[in-house]
């Protein structure tokens, strides 16, 4: 018996999502919808700073590198966590969660040398603003934040179908903690919270899959195996 983990029903209407651990998602939708606006620092990172201490590589975005040399605050020419967490907020202008950063800089810091060069962060820009046109497409009530119904929409479109109890402790694990400001979204997972989640459930799905080597749904591991699978997810 083979088995199709998570796959979408039959019947299913939503679009298939092809979103590699480590590569930006497939948009749900060709609107776009501003794709800096209220999530990378506020729109314009670069507006007072001082000049880079090094210049541009070759054939370098202007505005890419402008925005880079913002983010670099002590001009050493790479970002740290500390300086990448400081750049990014969400949609309510609360800074992304220290754990969504070090899941982003192990993913494009190709070299591991700790730190994010300019084309390293190219390709990290690019997958948030691929990320935020995911997030702005099931936020189907604009209210900033992804509840439990939206997430799970997100999800089938992925191509996971969660069983309603994993879902609910997916939404629990990830949910925005203590009241938001009256002015920012309501309690929900916040932007960088969703990519995470999204991530963890795609990184644990292949683990399995390569435990379960016949595809029956059913694996045996011992106690290192399991425990090698749960603190390798992101």
């Known amino acids: 018996m083979s088995v199709n983990y998570g796959a979408p029903s039959r019947h299913s209407s939503h679009a298939s999502y092809s979103s590699r651990y480590g590569a930006t998602p497939r948009p749900a939708s060709s609107a776009q919808y501003g794709a800096q606006q209220g999530y990378y620092g506020g729109g314009a990172p670069g507006y007072g700073s001082a000049p880079p201490a090094h210049g541009p590589p070759p054939g370098a975005d202007p505005q890419l590198w402008q925005w880079f040399s913002a983010v670099d605050t002590d001009r050493s020419g790479a970002i740290s966590v500390t300086e990448l967490q400081a750049a990014l907020v969400n949609g309510n202008w609360t800074r992304f969660d220290l754990d969504t950063v070090k899941m982003l800089m192990s993913i494009f810091d190709t070299d591991r040398s700790g730190t994010i060069g300019f084309n390293e962060f190219a390709g990290l820009w ?109």
């Open 126 to 234: 690019k997958y948030i603003q691929d990320w935020q046109n995911v997030f702005r497409h099931f936020d189907r009530d604009r209210s900033g934040s992804i509840d439990g119904a939206e997430l799970s929409e997100a999800l089938r479109s992925f191509g996971y179908n969660l069983s309603p109890i994993l879902l609910s402790l997916l939404e629990q694990k990830y949910v925005a903690s203590g009241p938001s400001d009256r002015y920012g979204p309501p309690p929900g997972i916040t932007f960088d919270r969703f990519v995470r989640a999204c991530v963890v459930v795609k990184t644990l799905t292949e683990a399995f899959q390569r435990v379960d080597t016949d595809r029956d749904g059913w694996v045996q591991m011992n106690y290192e195996q399991f425990m090698k699978i749960v603190l390798s997810a992101p």
